[in-house]
């Protein structure tokens, strides 16, 4: 079992391994022990490799070539067109099994997340078990393989995972750290662009052990502070949290714009734009389970113009009639209706993660049926498509350029 520093935490990072092509493979028996590819557009041959599982690795696929260059090394490989739908589902359902393990997992990307489990330890075993435990789950449940790292923090969890492939867990302790870590090139930590690896080169900096002898100074002269946090996340000295999905929106606005087709003056015309681009906003938002609390609206005039503005507001915005309502307020106060409009673009800003449903009050009748109506609306265009139904002031506006975004 990993010795514990009395405030450490402990970290897991799960994996999957080869995800596309692990999902098309669980998914199709057929597939197994055959070299599979997920790629884009097979029936040209020009599409590029997404993804392969490891018997196409093993002859030399390589993720971001083309078909026609895979196919020369491994004539008999199936390529597949990808099924994002599918591998949203399977994200989901993979997440799910680590909410089993504890209520902090971050999702990094579709196919990574990280598992503060320091809670979890005395109800499940090691931080070594719990990822054993996992990996065994998420095989029998799912059909894929995952790795794990096992950290006492994030980087390290992180490197752990890519360590041993597939199906492994790599623990990484306050013990072994160095040994394991420093021998590492610096680009096996995510966050090293091209520009400061070669800059590390000059100063003859090559592995993660050659990184954390570099002098403060020089690091936060040179580069930056990220720069600094690095070396000390690498001496074991900075500690980083696992945000939990709920409280981390991965979307830092959800904005819609477009163009008119004809140059608009009139504040009613101005207010259907609104409204249909309120719409949008107001599904995306719900589609994500957001709410925010500033607007932003930038015009542009028909001498090609900006401007733009934004505006906090005390409540959380996710209703059209909300959103729209506040863009509207935004316009009034800095747009003079003569100079001509030709294009909107309004976002939601500030935005958190709608935690729970709004409490109903008994004063709040009202709000019960908006918020019923909008979902209704939602229903319809989920089941009949985006143009299914519309409001009856966005039907009659002959201004809105549909294929504007
Ligand atoms: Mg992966």
């Not at 079992?1 to 199709?28: G, P, Q, T, W």
């Amino acid at each position: 079992m990993e010795k514990r520093f009395f405030n450490d935490k402990v970290i897991l990072h799960c994996d999957v391994n080869n995800f596309y092509a692990s999902v098309e493979c669980a998914s199709r028996p057929e597939l197994k022990g055959k070299p599979v590819a997920v790629s884009g557009n097979p029936k040209t041959r020009t599409g590029i490799i997404l993804a392969k599982n490891d018997v196409a690795k093993s002859q030399g696929v390589k993720t971001g070539e083309s078909i026609y260059e895979a196919k020369l090394k491994c004539p008999s490989l199936i390529c597949l067109p990808p099924h994002f739908k599918l591998y949203e589902k399977i994200s989901n359902k993979i997440i799910s099994i680590y909410y089993n393990y504890t209520d902090t997992v971050e999702s990094f990307g579709i196919d990574e997340c990280w598992l503060d489990v320091t809670g979890s330890v005395n109800l499940f075993g090691s931080g070594k078990k719990i990822a054993d435990s996992i990996r065994k789950e998420v095989l029998e449940k799912v059909g894929v393989t995952i790795s794990v790292g096992v950290s006492f923090s994030k980087l390290f969890a992180k490197l752990g995972s890519d360590l041993k492939k597939p199906f492994a867990t790599t623990v990484i302790s306050r013990e072994n750290f160095k040994e394991i870590v420093y021998p590492l090139p610096v680009n096996a930590v995510i966050g090293i662009g091209n520009r400061t690896l070669k800059k590390l080169e000059k100063m003859n900096v090559l592995t993660l052990g050659d990184y954390v002898q570099i002098p403060d100074l020089i690091l936060k002269k040179k580069f930056n502070i990220v720069a600094l946090q690095l070396k000390q996340k690498l001496l074991g000295e900075f500690e980083e949290q696992v945000v939990d999905n709920s409280l981390r929106p991965e979307v830092k606005s959800v904005g819609n714009g477009t163009t008119t087709i004809t140059d608009i003056t009139k504040r009613e015309d101005v207010f259907s734009l609104v409204q249909f681009l309120s719409e949008k906003i107001s599904k995306r938002l719900s589609d994500k389970n957001l709410v925010g609390t500033s607007v932003h609206v930038s015009l542009k005039t028909s001498n090609f113009e900006r401007f733009g503005k934004s505006q906090t507001f005390l409540f959380d915005l996710s209703r059209a009639e909300d959103i729209a309502n506040c863009a509207l307020e935004i316009i009034d106060c800095f747009w003079n209706y003569t100079t001509p409009i030709r294009s909107i673009r309004i976002s939601v800003r500030n935005l958190k993660s709608k935690l729970r449903p709004k409490q109903a009050s008994i004063f709040d009748e009202k709000l019960g049926k908006k918020e019923s109506f909008s979902r209704t609306i939602k229903a319809i265009k989920e089941r009949f498509g985006e143009g299914s139904i519309e409001l009856a002031s966005v039907l009659k506006s002959k201004f809105i350029n549909k294929d504007g975004e």
